[in-house]
């Protein structure tokens, strides 16, 4: 089975500026959440998708924004980038449910100057 | 609101000896929870689960984790460490409406193993 990939595995951007990072799910799975794990840190929730639609969302303002497609893949996208937005991105795909483990890719490197 | 604690930020054991990684959870409702790996440069990998089944959990590469209600502690353990274990162990809590991807993460705890 395809696991989960995430791209582009490093990105450098600019304070103000835009980024969408992708996600394709691990084949058979309907829902996807992204993590943003800083330096140092855990990783935190930053929202999930199931059936294209928006499932729950943590503590992040709304320029933090997804999409999930038909196919399952999915996208993250942040706008008016902020220095403390560097950090690793790491996209989840599971079957809808508490007792569905998460399946991670190996993340996003963000880092804004 | 749920949360988790590890104590201990940084392990360090001798190939061979007993891994303990403690975890302390904060739940108002019977919580879900789990155990996950990182290894550098990598995302994270489930190591074991709790989801209210056998209160003793076995999982992959020998790990076991035991949950302790009275206590709020689900801790890790190895009998035997191996060099090929160390990485950042994160335990995880799931949220009061128990959707999986909405997993509460501690600060996690880097495992050294000393040859």
């Known amino acids: 089975e395809t696991g989960v990939t995430q791209s582009p595995t490093h990105l450098i951007k600019t304070r103000g500026q835009q980024v969408t990072l992708r996600c394709s799910s691990q084949?058979?799975?309907?829902?996807v959440s992204w993590y943003q794990q800083a330096l140092g840190q855990g990783p935190q929730f930053i929202f999930q998708?199931?059936?294209?639609?928006?499932?729950g969302r943590g503590n992040f303002p709304p320029r933090f924004s997804g999409l999930q497609f038909p196919n399952y893949s999915s996208e993250l996208n942040v706008n008016a980038l902020e220095l403390d937005d560097s950090a690793l991105y790491l996209c989840?795909?599971?079957?809808?449910?508490?007792?569905?483990?998460?399946?991670f890719g190996n993340g996003t490197r963000l880092t804004v100057t | 609101a749920q949360s988790v604690t590890q104590l201990g930020s940084h392990v360090s054991v001798s190939e061979g000896a007993l891994v303990l990684l403690r975890c302390n959870y904060s739940s108002s409702v019977p919580p879900y929870l789990f155990w996950y790996v990182q290894y550098p440069n990598q995302g994270l990998q489930l190591l074991l689960k709790y989801t209210s089944a056998a209160t003793l959990v076995k999982g992959i590469n020998g790990f076991e984790a035991e949950f302790k209600k009275s206590e709020t502690s689900f801790h890790l353990t190895k009998p035997s460490a191996h060099m090929s274990d160390a990485a950042e162990y994160f335990c995880?809590?799931?949220?009061?409406?128990?959707?999986?991807?909405?997993?509460?993460f501690g600060k996690g705890t880097k495992l050294s193993v000393k040859p």
């Open positions: 989840a795909s599971s079957l809808q449910g508490p007792a569905s483990p998460l399946h």
């Open positions: 995880a809590v799931s949220d009061e409406r128990g959707s999986q991807g909405n997993l509460i």
């Open positions: 084949s058979g799975h309907n829902t």
């Open positions: 998708y199931y059936r294209e639609e928006e499932n």
